[in-house]
């Protein structure tokens, strides 16, 4: 019997890839091609759903020149991508709005109105505090674009767009899978419908959007005239997929529950698996996406552009350092690392604030990036070491309001997947701050594994996705919480609690003199 492998595609926010993998879940092949972000203003970002299409097209040929795997061999295509934008389609299939990123954040208006509108009722209903969600953004095209907006038959994901142009579908086939749900503000979470409360609450039509479908549901198949762009053979079918963090999730093996998941990426996001729908109407932080095995969920949080912060402190500040890093042919951030590693827990008394592009949950886009508490004696690697801890501060928020909705579970280990998992440092510091076993996953692009395994069973090559991801997912360092910094950062961790609280009426005020 011939050998089968999924192709798949990953529309991120700095990055698009596309892999051929095995199902063993080996990565055969991979290539990516930097994303097209365009900034027309100030907390404006957009990106042009042809230039996304056409780059999966590149990427998807050149994955499989790469793999040196016959087109033959093919058998599913399965498309991930970024969660918590919105585009719309006509029936045509054609795109009549760009890309609405979910690091934008002009729809901040339309935040405030659905709170006032019915804030409880929206929690407890799709599961998603009211922040980033698509909700607000929908509401932006109806009254700030009501021309495009009239022109919108269905609200679409670009994984989906992708898919669908890939498949050749109209309007009327639009679809959505589960795994986005929570983000749409749209849906009964727990029955998995829309909802004509929350529709009514909007005054957004349920028309609007897509049908509801699972992960691994076939959309379609490869056209002829796609498949000579893209190297492929016509017929390919093509899975729904799932939402890039639900990939990831799945693709580390976070499929019990009492796991904890970090996924230290662009954002920089905390999750954990649990059996039950608990919506945090109280903090209004804690998102509940359905789980990819819909028995289960899975709670999470994240700093929008949590590791931007990163690769903003070294484009702005460590130009000597790349340059030095260059000369000893390892990464700048090896070095940063290196220095920050010598200092102790604290950063010497600096702290920093990581939502330089507000704070998404809870939601509060007047929030800004801060350091506080330098001096004469702090040097780079200060300012550096106290953006690694902020983002662990901020998880331990997370991880306690995930053991106050569910004080009957247990978590005791965290899987750390992203780039940013890379850095010895950043785990050992996430280990000591949230007082839990830390073990880093040994596979960067656990995204791309996740959902080969969902688009092979979609085609009915696998029949247990949750037992087979767990063959295939290996951790390899283990860091355990040193019990002396353990009680040094939970002082930290208290003060870092506090200083967001204190300083909100001074970020609201800049914020009000930046939009005069």
Same mark, same amino acid.
């Given at each position: 019997?011939?050998?089968?492998?999924?192709?798949?595609?990953?529309?991120?926010?700095?990055?698009?890839?596309?892999?051929?993998?095995?199902?063993?879940?080996?990565?055969?092949?991979?290539?990516?091609?930097?994303?097209?972000?365009?900034?027309?203003?100030?907390?404006?970002?957009?990106?042009?759903?042809?230039?996304?299409?056409?780059?999966?097209?590149?990427?998807?040929?050149?994955?499989?020149?790469?793999?040196?795997?016959?087109?033959?061999?093919?058998?599913?295509?399965?498309?991930?991508?970024?969660?918590?934008?919105?585009?719309?389609?006509?029936?045509?299939?054609?795109?009549?709005?760009? =890309?609405?990123?979910?690091?934008?954040?002009?729809?901040?208006?339309?935040?405030?109105?659905?709170?006032?509108?019915?804030?409880?009722?929206?929690?407890?209903?799709?599961?998603?505090?009211?922040?980033?969600?698509?909700?607000?953004?929908?509401?932006?095209?109806?009254?700030?674009?009501?021309?495009?907006?009239?022109?919108?038959?269905?609200?679409?994901?670009?994984?989906?767009?992708?898919?669908?142009?890939?498949?050749?579908?109209?309007?009327?086939?639009?679809?959505?899978?589960?795994?986005?749900?929570?983000?749409?503000?749209?849906?009964?979470?727990?029955?998995?419908?829309?909802?004509?409360?929350?529709?009514?609450?909007?005054?957004?039509?349920?028309?609007?959007?897509?049908?509801?479908?699972?992960?691994?549901?076939?959309?379609?198949?490869?056209?002829?005239?796609?498949?000579?762009?893209?190297?492929?053979?016509?017929?390919?079918?093509?899975?729904?997929?799932?939402?890039?963090?639900?990939?990831?999730?799945?693709?580390?093996?976070?499929?019990?529950?009492?796991?904890?998941?970090?996924?230290?990426?662009?954002?920089?996001?905390?999750?954990?698996?649990?059996?039950?729908?608990?919506?945090?109407?109280?903090?209004?932080?804690?998102?509940?996406?359905?789980?990819?095995?819909?028995?289960?969920?899975?709670?999470?949080?994240?700093?929008?552009?949590?590791?931007?912060?990163?690769?903003?402190?070294?484009?702005?500040?460590?130009?000597?350092?790349?340059?030095?890093?260059?000369?000893?042919?390892?990464?700048?951030?090896?070095?940063?690392?290196?220095?920050?590693?010598?200092?102790?827990?604290?950063?010497?008394?600096?702290?920093?604030?990581?939502?330089?592009?507000?704070?998404?949950?809870?939601?509060?886009?007047?929030?800004?990036?801060?350091?506080?508490?330098?001096?004469?004696?702090?040097?780079?690697?200060?300012?550096?070491?106290?953006?690694?801890?902020?983002?662990?501060?901020?998880?331990?928020?997370?991880?306690?309001?995930?053991?106050?909705?569910?004080?009957?579970?247990?978590?005791?280990?965290?899987?750390?997947?992203?780039?940013?998992?890379?850095?010895?440092?950043?785990?050992?510091?996430?280990?000591?701050?949230?007082?839990?076993?830390?073990?880093?996953?040994?596979?960067?692009?656990?995204?791309?594994?996740?959902?080969?395994?969902?688009?092979?069973?979609?085609?009915?090559?696998?029949?247990?996705?949750?037992?087979?991801?767990?063959?295939?997912?290996?951790?390899?360092?283990?860091?355990?919480?040193?019990?002396?910094?353990?009680?040094?950062?939970?002082? =930290?961790?208290?003060? =870092?609690?506090?200083?967001?609280?204190?300083?909100?009426?001074?970020?609201?005020?800049?914020?009000?003199?930046?939009?005069?």
């Amino acid at each position: 019997m011939t050998e089968k492998f999924v192709i798949v595609i990953d529309l991120g926010t700095n990055s698009n890839k596309a892999g051929v993998v095995s199902l063993d879940g080996e990565i055969i092949s991979k290539v990516s091609k930097e994303s097209q972000l365009t900034y027309p203003a100030p907390g404006l970002v957009e990106q042009d759903p042809q230039t996304m299409y056409q780059a999966s097209l590149e990427i998807i040929s050149s994955a499989l020149e790469k793999s040196k795997v016959s087109k033959k061999q093919i058998a599913a295509i399965g498309v991930t991508g970024q969660m918590a934008g919105i585009m719309g389609i006509d029936k045509n299939w054609n795109p009549v709005t760009h =890309y609405d990123s979910w690091l934008d954040n002009r729809c901040k208006p339309y935040i405030k109105e659905i709170k006032e509108k019915g804030n409880k009722e929206y929690i407890n209903t799709c599961g998603m505090p009211v922040t980033i969600s698509h909700a607000a953004k929908m509401l932006w095209w109806k009254k700030e674009r009501p021309k495009a907006y009239d022109k919108i038959h269905k609200f679409i994901l670009p994984a989906a767009y992708v898919a669908g142009r890939l498949a050749n579908l109209d309007g009327d086939e639009a679809f959505v899978d589960h795994s986005y749900l929570h983000f749409t503000g749209m849906v009964d979470a727990e029955k998995m419908e829309w909802s004509k409360k929350l529709s009514d609450l909007l005054e957004v039509p349920i028309e609007k959007m897509p049908k509801i479908i699972n992960p691994w549901d076939v959309i379609g198949e490869l056209t002829q005239k796609e498949a000579d762009k893209c190297g492929l053979q016509a017929g390919i079918p093509i899975i729904a997929g799932a939402g890039d963090t639900a990939a990831s999730f799945f693709g580390t093996g976070l499929t019990e529950p009492g796991e904890l998941i970090d996924v230290a990426g662009t954002a920089s996001v905390l999750g954990g698996c649990v059996e039950d729908f608990r919506p945090d109407v109280e903090n209004e932080t804690m998102i509940f996406p359905r789980a990819i095995n819909t028995d289960y969920w899975y709670p999470l949080s994240f700093v929008g552009g949590g590791g931007l912060c990163l690769r903003w402190f070294r484009d702005t500040f460590a130009q000597k350092e790349k340059e030095i890093a260059k000369k000893r042919d390892i990464d700048p951030y090896e070095l940063l690392n290196e220095r920050a590693s010598k200092l102790p827990p604290g950063s010497d008394g600096i702290l920093f604030i990581p939502h330089l592009a507000g704070r998404t949950f809870p939601s509060n886009s007047s929030v800004k990036g801060s350091w506080t508490g330098f001096s004469w004696n702090h040097k780079k690697e200060h300012f550096y070491r106290a953006i690694l801890e902020s983002i662990a501060f901020e998880y331990n928020y997370y991880l306690d309001i995930i053991k106050k909705l569910f004080p009957e579970m247990t978590f005791t280990q965290v899987r750390g997947v992203g780039g940013g998992s890379c850095s010895d440092l950043w785990n050992q510091i996430k280990a000591d701050v949230l007082g839990i076993e830390y073990l880093k996953v040994d596979e960067e692009d656990v995204g791309l594994k996740g959902l080969a395994i969902i688009a092979a069973k979609g085609v009915g090559l696998i029949y247990n996705m949750e037992e087979k991801i767990n063959k295939i997912v290996k951790t390899t360092t283990t860091y355990q919480p040193r019990q002396k910094y353990v009680k040094v950062y939970e002082e =930290y961790t208290n003060i =870092y609690n506090q200083m967001i609280s204190d300083l909100n009426s001074t970020f609201t005020k800049l914020d009000q003199i930046s939009d005069i």
